[in-house]
C-alpha cells in the first residue's frame, strides 16, 4: 500500500471509533432496500471514479474492498463516512442522497468485501442478552460491551459475518469446536499441586496462568512435573442440558447483534504499511 493510501486508511478508523449510532446485523438485511442492482448503481455512480469499480482502490483512493483496516469497520461507522465524508481528505460526505441510499452503498461494499449474505438472526437478541448475563453465565468469563470478566475473549469484537451454526457449535461443544490456545492449560508442580486456566504467557522456562478466580499464577518450569495445554475446554460443556434449543437460538443472536454493533479495534501497523 502507497504512503498516502495507508495514511488514509488509518484515518477512517482513527475518525470513526467511538461514533454514535447502531446497525445491527438484523437491520444489514434492510440494508439494500432498493435491492442489490440499486446499490451497485449508487456505488458506480458515487464511489467507483476514485475507489474503483471493484472498490480496491484507484488513483484518487485507497482500496475499501480487501484492505483489512475497511473490512472491520463496523457498518454503522462505513454509514457515517459515507454520510459526512473524512475531514482533511478527499473523501466528501454523500449525506444529500438520504439514507436509504446510504445503506445501499454499505451493502454493495459489503458484498464487495465478500460479506454479501445477509445474517439473519435465529432467536430474540433482547433475550439473549439476558441470558449473557444471567442464565447461561457467559459473562463470568467473557466481556461484552464492557461488561463481563476477562478470563475469555471479549465477545464484543467477535465477527458479525461468523454464521449462526457456527456459533451455535461453539457454545453446544467447545470441547470439539475451540482450537487447542483457547481451551484450558493444567499445570501439575513438583509437589502435586494442580492448577487448570488460561495460558497467558510461556518461555522456555517459565508459564503463567489465569485461573477461573481471575487470580495469576507464574511457574517456573524447573517446579512442574507436568504442563497439559488444549486437552479440555475452559467452556461449560453442559449447556444442551442447560439451555433449550430456542435458548440457544437467542444466545447466538445476542453475539451476533453485538459483534455488528461494535467497531473492530485497530490492529498495531508496521512500518511495511508505508512502503
Known amino acids: 500500500m502507497c504512503r498516502r493510501c495507508g495514511v488514509i486508511a488509518r484515518l477512517c478508523i482513527l475518525l470513526t471509533l467511538g ?145 449462526a451454526d457456527r456459533l451455535r457449535q461453539v457454545i453446544l461443544d467447545p470441547v470439539n469446536s475451540l482450537p487447542a490456545q483457547k481451551k484450558a492449560v493444567t499445570v501439575t508442580t513438583t509437589d502435586g499441586q494442580k492448577y487448570a486456566g488460561a495460558l497467558r504467557a510461556q518461555d522456555n522456562f517459565s508459564i503463567s496462568i489465569q485461573t477461573m478466580d481471575s487470580a495469576f499464577h507464574y511457574f517456573p518450569k524447573s517446579q512442574l512435573a507436568s504442563v497439559e495445554i488444549g486437552t479440555r475446554s475452559l467452556m461449560p460443556d453442559d449447556y444442551r442440558l442447560r439451555l433449550s434449543d430456542s435458548e440457544v437460538n437467542d444466545l447466538v443472536s445476542y453475539l451476533i447483534r453485538i459483534g455488528a454493533q461494535s467497531p473492530k479495534p485497530d490492529e498495531p501497523s508496521s512500518d511495511d504499511d508505508d512502503e
Not at 442492482?37 to 456505488?43: M, P, V
Request: some cysteine.
Open 19 to 163: 461514533i454514535p449510532g447502531a446497525f445491527t446485523a438484523q437491520d444489514r438485511s434492510s440494508a439494500n432496500p432498493g435491492g442489490k442492482s440499486q446499490g451497485a448503481a449508487l456505488f458506480a455512480s458515487n464511489c467507483a471514479v476514485c475507489h474503483g469499480a471493484d472498490g480496491r482502490g484507484g488513483e484518487h483512493a485507497p482500496d475499501i474492498a480487501t484492505a483489512s483496516d475497511a473490512q472491520r469497520l463496523a457498518d454503522r461507522n462505513l454509514i457515517e463516512i459515507v454520510r459526512n465524508g473524512i475531514s482533511g481528505t478527499g473523501m466528501p460526505g454523500f449525506d444529500w442522497l438520504g439514507q436509504e441510499k446510504i445503506l445501499g452503498i454499505v451493502a454493495c461494499l459489503r458484498t464487495l468485501q465478500g460479506k454479501n449474505s445477509p445474517v439473519t438472526l435465529p432467536g430474540n437478541a433482547e433475550h439473549g442478552k439476558k441470558l449473557f448475563f444471567g442464565k447461561a453465565q457467559c459473562y463470568e468469563c467473557h466481556m461484552a460491551q464492557g461488561k463481563g470478566g476477562f478470563i475469555a475473549s471479549d465477545l464484543s469484537y467477535s465477527d458479525s459475518n461468523t454464521s
